[in-house]
């Protein structure tokens, strides 16, 4: 292409988007989206580190001085029964009838019916299990502990041990792509596939450092990567999360991308990644397809875990009592009265809807590293702090424009 030819294209491509954008052929859509607080536990030294949405009620994993408890919540906020569970509850999955929930710290596995009773705790001596997943025939859990390195699969009918098998080192995150299952290995800076069926190992991809979290989209592997020393590269990494995409099929990168530091946990809502990063307390939204930065929101302290629950996501703060919720508004609305109107204002509920006219401040999100060819495609974003009166949680509204 010549010069010239370089200038016309340009100044019609110009043309195009200003016609594109101010002249109707299309227009800048709005989301908003109300943040709650939710506070749980005995006390407040009592932390979250895990939730989890079990197609009816959402479930907390609760870490309380005096030992762990499982919190069963209504999607509008109410909280119905505190089961306890060992020490330590970490992770969580649901079979169709009981929860599972994995103690780090008893070196255990509880099942918990959906009424809220203990059905049967399986010991793991030394396993340091932590993360779990239901493929819907088997439970797997990730046993972490020094040495252990292995993945133990249970039948979920039978709640008995099927067999243990040896994976990377530290194994964090599972996930299931329909066919085989997906593990991370923490100390190995990478994520191992291996056959559902006989647990043969058969390959892995490598990712950011110290990668935890896994989750699967319906046609790609998204791995969080958070902060920690990898044993390749001998040394702490401070300030750097990332989140790798693998496309299941083939294993291909399909692409990198800087979020916030030390990402700990994902989710899928049908169209967004929904990224925890524990170490600035807060959450970002990356766009599945074409990935792009959707927005950040202030969570609670040390977002660890995040659930949808077709609505509204769920996330599990380990730094504090409380899950914070983000609940979206639509359009024209006062915002998610429902949740407000349900919540148990006076022992859990922190927030409520939107409360009138906004306290603006507009700023462009950071983006990942100018230049970097697998960087996030900037939007316009800016995000709306509400201020109103009395004791009120801080809420933000997410102003975005799609183009």
């Not at 590293?369 to 697998?374: A, E, F, H, I, T």
Request: glycine residues 14%; hydrophobic residues 40%.
């Amino acid at each position: 292409m010549t010069h010239d030819h370089t200038c016309v294209f340009n100044a019609l491509k110009s043309a195009l988007m200003l016609a594109w954008v101010g002249g109707g052929l299309g227009h800048a859509a709005t989301v908003s989206s109300n943040v709650y607080t939710l506070r749980v536990g005995d006390s407040q030294a009592s932390v979250v580190n895990g939730v989890l949405f079990d197609g009816r009620y959402i479930w907390g994993a609760v870490q309380n001085p005096d030992g762990g408890t499982l919190v069963k919540i209504t999607q509008t906020g109410v909280i119905l029964s505190s089961t306890p569970v060992g020490s330590g509850p970490d992770g969580m999955a649901y079979d169709g009838a009981n929860i599972w929930v994995t103690d780090y710290s008893s070196n255990d596995v509880t099942i918990v019916s959906a009424g809220g009773n203990v059905v049967k705790t399986i010991e793991l001596p030394s396993a340091n299990p932590e993360g779990i997943l239901f493929d819907g025939k088997y439970i797997w859990v990730a046993n972490n502990g020094a040495g252990a390195n292995s993945l133990s699969k249970f039948d979920a009918v039978s709640q008995t041990l099927v067999a243990t098998y040896p994976v990377g080192l530290d194994p964090d995150g599972v996930a299931f792509d329909g066919t085989a299952i997906w593990v991370t290995n923490s100390y190995s800076n990478n994520v191992w596939k291996i056959n559902r069926d006989t647990g043969a190992y058969i390959d892995s991809y490598s990712t950011g450092i110290f990668p935890t979290s896994v989750v699967y989209d319906g046609a790609n592997i998204w791995v969080g990567n958070g902060t920690g020393t990898g044993v390749d590269v001998g040394s702490p990494v401070s300030g750097v999360g990332t989140v790798a995409k693998i496309r299941a099929a083939d294993g291909t990168i399909l692409g990198t991308y800087t979020v916030g530091n030390h990402v700990r946990g994902l989710v899928y809502d049908g169209t967004s990644i929904w990224v925890c990063n524990a170490n600035d307390n807060t959450v970002s939204r990356l766009r599945a397809s074409k990935v792009a930065l959707l927005g950040t929101f202030a969570t609670g302290k040390g977002p660890r875990a995040v659930a949808f629950d077709g609505s509204k996501i769920w996330i599990a703060n380990s730094g504090e009592n409380s899950l914070t919720v983000i609940a979206p508004v639509t359009p024209g609305s006062t915002g998610d009265t429902s949740f407000a109107r349900g919540a148990n204002r006076s022992a859990a509920f922190g927030g409520v809807g939107y409360a009138g006219p906004p306290n603006t401040r507009n700023f462009r999100i950071p983006i990942g590293r100018p230049g970097r060819s697998n960087g996030i495609t900037p939007e316009v974003v800016a995000q709306r702090e509400v201020v109103a009166g009395g004791s009120i949680s801080p809420m933000l509204d997410l102003i975005l424009d799609t183009n």
